[in-house]
């Protein structure tokens, strides 16, 4: 550890990766493990898409490709923010990136310098927080609440302003919650933020096309937001393709060619078969990916019911993504089944050891009285583990 940079000792392990492998673990011991805990869709990756992938290698697509993505692949995400998100972009405003992971720390790196603060509206996604780490920045968590549906308000807001703000990162439909914010509350928040014409905008839409009627509202669509805001997304959690790893922004162009510079000498262009791949995703009505939003919706439904069926669990109704992010604060400081729960942690640990489910607790995501369970599983799973929960709470 001596030997090791300061960089890598002061990043956190991913809470949501570490709970997979402990999971991952118990499987192999011959547990029957039920995972909740990883942000992947169960189904598989639309025939439309693959069979995009078949004919680019069939047409001996192997070589380098652009550092910033095709022009094709650029050209199919200006319309794709055109049409969705009615926001107006030129293809060198666009990075095609190796997942919007990556996307989101190209323009961390590029945009903040050590001692810059970035503010995380809370709950917030665990890797916001270890990827200003990484660009030597502070992180400042504004916390919300199940009361308020997990969102923050203007005031909150402007009171976690000071002159070392650089950055607000927004992500709707939220990773845990499954919180939307609305045109109006975003509006609200902007109206803050114009005040303050050095801080830019970070907007994380991966899962704008997962939602149950509130359509999400792109944060760049607010007028004088437009020139300060990015809007990051991908096609992992909508087109069920984790593993293709193709995430992209839509930037001022400045930002994205720095961006482009910053990814040049990191990874280069991304994956060349899933950029083809990502072209049929993009230039496909919405609508074909419509079935895995209803399976989605019945299974937020059915996590609902059964999560309230179980005392001391508060749980609110997302409008989005394929979270439910209960209060499970009722339970800490007590003992179940002679083990003492202190927190989220422990009482995660304690599901995944009595109950064999996996979940991830909220603490990484800062909001430490709350648990993240995932219902990207099968109904069937869900019921099982459901059933796992209640006996061992009970």
Not at 109 to 118: A, C, H, I, Q, R
Not at 211 to 227: H, L, Q, R, V
Not at 280 to 306: C, G, H, K, T, W
Not at 365 to 377: E, K, Q, T, V, W
């Amino acid at each position: 550890m001596d030997q090791l940079s300061d960089r890598i000792n002061s990043l956190p392990i991913s809470a949501t990766l570490a709970m997979a492998a402990k999971a991952r673990e118990l499987k192999e011991q011959g547990i029957d493990v039920i995972g909740l805990s990883l942000g992947e869709p169960d189904f598989n990756t639309p025939e439309f898409i693959k069979a995009a992938a078949i004919q680019a290698v069939e047409d001996n697509y192997n070589a380098y490709t652009p550092v910033d993505g095709y022009a094709e692949l650029k050209q199919a995400i200006c319309q794709k923010f055109q049409r969705d998100n009615q926001l107006t972009y030129q293809p060198n405003q666009v990075v095609v990136s190796t997942g919007a992971k990556q996307s989101i720390a190209n323009v961390a790196m590029v945009l903040l310098n050590p001692g810059d603060e970035v503010l995380l509206p809370a709950p917030y996604w665990v890797s916001y927080s270890a990827i200003a780490t990484l660009a030597e920045a502070e992180s400042v968590v504004i916390p919300s609440s199940i009361e308020s549906d997990f969102k923050i308000t203007p005031e909150q807001l402007e009171a976690a302003i000071t002159p070392k703000t650089k950055l607000i990162i927004f992500n709707s439909p939220n990773n845990p919650s499954g919180t939307i914010y609305t045109e109006a509350e975003y509006r609200a928040l902007a109206k803050v933020l114009e005040k303050y014409p050095n801080i830019y905008i970070l907007s994380d839409e991966i899962y704008e096309h997962i939602n149950y009627g509130e359509k999400p509202f792109s944060f760049a669509a607010i007028e004088n937001m437009y020139d300060r805001t990015i809007t990051v997304n991908g096609v992992a959690k909508a087109f069920a393709m984790t593993g293709w790893r193709i995430g992209y922004i839509g930037a001022p162009a400045w930002i994205a060619k720095a961006c482009n510079k910053m990814q040049g000498q990191i990874t280069s262009g991304a994956n060349c078969i899933a950029q083809r791949a990502t072209i049929a995703a993009l230039e496909a009505p919405v609508s074909a990916i419509q079935y895995m939003v209803d399976e989605f919706r019945n299974r937020r439904s059915l996590i609902i019911d059964l999560l309230r069926t179980i005392p001391g669990l508060t749980v609110n109704e997302p409008q989005g993504a394929f979270y439910v992010f209960p209060d499970v604060s009722y339970y800490f400081g007590k003992s179940i089944q002679g083990q003492l729960i202190e927190n989220a942690d422990d009482f995660a640990l304690f599901l995944l050891e009595h109950a064999h489910v996996a979940t991830v607790s909220g603490t990484a995501f800062g909001a430490p009285d709350c648990l993240r369970i995932s219902y990207a599983a099968s109904e069937a799973q869900i019921r099982e583990a459901l059933s796992r929960m209640a006996k061992v709470l009970g």
